[in-house]
């Protein structure tokens, strides 16, 4: 799920290289705004664009019984690398 995008907005830049990880890992591009606590609210306002991504589900974060399935914590760690190769384009690297 990508969130905080109330501020950053899904046309820009950052929003777009975290749905085409979504996409890109099978997974349907869900944007929604986040209702939790983060300090992604202070970059919008400061000309920053932030997003709020993660595994899991509000509805379990800080109870007595959370819990984030491993096949979740496995799709964001993929989707990570996929914002990584975007951003710095790792796969336009010249070989070490």
Partial sequence: MIGGLQRTGTGTDLARVFAHAQRDTGQQVATERFLGGSDARFFGPAGTPA???GPGSLRHAHSPNEFVPISELDLATRQVGVV???IF???SLPPM
Avoid: N, R
């Fill in 84 to 86: 990584l190769e975007q």
């Fill in 51 to 53: 997003v709020v991504f």
């Fill in 89 to 91: 384009q790792i796969s």
